[in-house]
């Protein structure tokens, strides 16, 4: 057993501590750490994702426990390909937070930023629900000091809204995991398959409630209409690197969905069969409407593009409740790409606000460097929108393609492509008030002692222009991407190799043949 | 005593809903943390109610009280009450900066497009 997987999870709990204990007043050198630690973060996540990608599942027993009497990390397609999303985007994030100088307008940013990739690293790695719960709050704690960073009014405010709903969030988490425990008797998500297959049919009330609240908890995380509310204001006043880096919050809530309702609760399974079908696909389909509906009517920009990240995950959870092999791979393809538009999107936002008071979307003049902060919004938008030649529009054509033989096809088709063309306006319209109408408004000239605004910091466009080159990548080799997320797709419909090597790997208190026997007899 | 204890998670439940939905902040956080005492006693019924049994494996006792839902307790309590000491205090400095405690933001957006236009 090698200790690689678990490496993205303890290589930011070290530089954390370390940040702020040795480089407190030393922002350089807390950049230096910070910036290197992702870079291994990377090389740490291309290795994990190299090690999955022929299919092997790896497992990691915390102190040599085994399952389920210990903690597990698991290593498969979709959580090592999760964690090499999340070390891409922070590593442009990051150098984005350190070129505009977000990272020095606050105390702990970077220190907040590691404890905050702990966190996600945490919970795509995690094969126990409860170390799930315990990685959520990780990353939420330190996303509670990053939304705050810099301080201010208006951002202070939307914290005590995302706090809260995330406090309620969390207690229903708990909800959910006493209702799993005291139904069952173990909260391993390997185990849990096992023994959900089990109950007996006629006494499912307890399960299903369980296995609703656990959704519940999910849709929260993920945004999912109408429990989206937290999302607009918190991610519009929180700092735009930390707005981005929060892109791969909503996927956190999408990838637990996945996992959670392919490997315990899967279509198969009798007792919570028709949750999906009868419930996630029409909050999908109105958080699709409500998130495109949302960028039309946006009156500022950071508004605007966290309505987009709405409707994006809209998209991804219409693919998700279709529940087919086909749909859910053009899920994992629309949550790349969204997470690199969507991220993208925040940062150009900021880029905006640093040559304008505000970001309504209403005549200004323009700003410094408007050329190619309006081309990257462009780029970023059209991918956002789903118009072709950019990703989006591979993603959506993968997920219409998925819904051909569904009952609810023409539902889906009708949603989506009238919410694109919806969206396609809202973002028309945005730019070209905010970057080209622009130019027929007469800059006010200079008062006495005032400076005219500085263009923003090159490392700024090098990390914005690296996330719209990292999504053009994207689409240029998406035959090799789709095949991997087909090929993921595949092994997530087939969890047999990730139950056994979770629960037959030897270690500590291994459960043998004599205590199964016992366990049967019970 | 089921009847009891799930008597009391009901009744902690209610009052913490109807005190988060009065959306200021010091009864929501109030309601919250009444949230937490619920869903930890939740967790602790979720191993089953049992009186006097020892939660260690000895010799002689046929009747163990299961030990896990109590390690989650203990991990539930811990985080819940580093959180609600957060949230009480980016609550405070919300409520200095702005002096108004009402957790809805539907006035402060108004406020801000009034004030651009």
């Known amino acids: ?522 | 005593m089921e009847l009891l204890v799930a008597t009391a998670i009901g009744i902690m439940t209610a009052a913490g809903l109807y005190l988060v939905m009065r959306l200021r902040s010091f009864p929501v956080i109030l309601g919250i943390a009444l949230l937490t005492y619920a869903v930890n006693v939740f967790l602790f019924a979720s191993g089953r109610l049992s009186v006097g049994a020892p939660p260690i494996l000895r010799d002689g006792v046929e009747v163990y009280a299961d030990p896990l839902p109590q390690a989650l307790v203990l991990t539930a309590i811990v985080i819940s009450f580093g959180m609600t000491a957060v949230v009480v205090m980016i609550a405070l400095g919300a409520y200095l900066g702005s002096s108004d405690d009402s957790v809805n933001d539907a006035e402060t957006d108004e406020d801000e497009t009034e004030g651009a236009t």
Request: no cysteine.
């Open chain 1, 1 to 522: 057993m090698t200790h690689w997987l678990i490496a993205p999870v303890i290589l930011p709990a070290m530089l954390a501590p370390f940040i702020v204990l040795a480089a407190r007043y030393h922002i350089g050198i807390q950049r230096v750490f910070s910036v290197a630690g992702v870079l291994m973060q990377i090389a740490i996540a291309l290795g994990l994702a190299w090690q999955a990608s022929d299919g092997t599942v790896t497992l990691y027993q915390l102190g040599d426990w085994a399952a389920p009497f210990g903690i597990v990390l698991v290593g498969d397609r979709l959580s090592t390909l999760m964690v090499l999303l999340t070390a891409t985007l922070a590593l442009f994030v990051l150098l984005y937070a350190i070129g505009s100088g977000w990272d020095n307008r606050g105390r702990h940013f970077h220190a907040l930023y590691q404890f905050q990739l702990m966190g996600i690293m945490g919970a795509f790695l995690t094969g126990d629900l409860f170390n799930l719960f315990v990685f959520f709050e990780v990353l939420l704690i330190a996303s509670y000091g990053l939304m705050i960073h810099a301080g201010g009014k208006a951002r202070l405010k939307a914290g005590v809204q995302y706090v809260l709903f995330n406090l309620l969030g969390s207690t229903l988490f708990l909800f959910a995991l006493g209702a799993i425990y005291a139904e069952t008797g173990t909260l391993n998500m390997a185990d849990l398959a096992e023994r959900v297959a089990l109950v007996d049919p006629s006494e499912t009330v307890g399960i299903r409630l369980a296995a609703t609240l656990l959704l519940l908890v999910f849709a929260i995380k993920a945004a999912l209409v109408p429990l989206h509310f937290w999302l607009p204001s918190s991610y519009a006043e929180a700092p735009a690197p930390v707005a981005a880096l929060f892109a791969i919050m909503t996927k956190v809530g999408a990838y637990a969905i996945i996992r959670v309702y392919t490997l315990v609760f899967s279509p198969e399974v009798e007792v919570t069969a028709g949750l999906h079908g009868t419930w996630l696909l029409p909050a999908a389909l109105v958080s699709l409407a409500i998130g495109m509906i949302g960028v039309l009517g946006a009156k500022k920009l950071d508004r605007l593009v966290a309505y987009s990240v709405i409707g994006s995950m809209g998209m991804v959870m219409v693919a998700i409740s279709i529940f087919t092999q086909v749909s859910i791979s053009a899920a994992l393809y629309y949550i790349v790409h969204s997470t690199l538009a969507g991220a993208a999107l925040f940062l150009i936002a900021d880029l905006t606000r640093a040559g304008r008071a505000h970001l309504n979307l209403t005549l200004a003049p323009p700003i410094a460097g408007a050329a190619l902060t309006s081309a990257m919004f462009f780029v970023a938008a059209i991918a956002m929108a789903g118009l072709p030649p950019l990703s989006g529009f591979l993603g959506k054509l993968m997920l219409l393609n998925a819904a051909f033989e569904t009952p609810a096809m023409a539902w889906v088709f009708a949603v989506v492509l009238i919410s694109s063309l919806i969206s396609v306006v809202g973002f028309a319209r945005a730019g070209s008030v905010m970057y080209w109408k622009a130019k027929s408004v007469e800059p006010e000239p200079l008062q006495d002692g005032q400076e005219a605004p500085e263009a923003p910091s090159i490392l700024s466009y090098v990390s914005v222009g690296g996330l719209i080159g990292m999504l053009a990548l994207y689409t240029a080799f998406a035959g090799y991407t789709h095949d991997y997320m087909t090929a993921t797709s595949k092994q997530l419909f087939a969890p047999e190799p990730y139950i056994s090597t979770v629960v037959d790997t030897p270690g500590k208190l291994t459960r043998d043949k004599v205590t199964k026997e016992a366990k049967d007899a019970e």
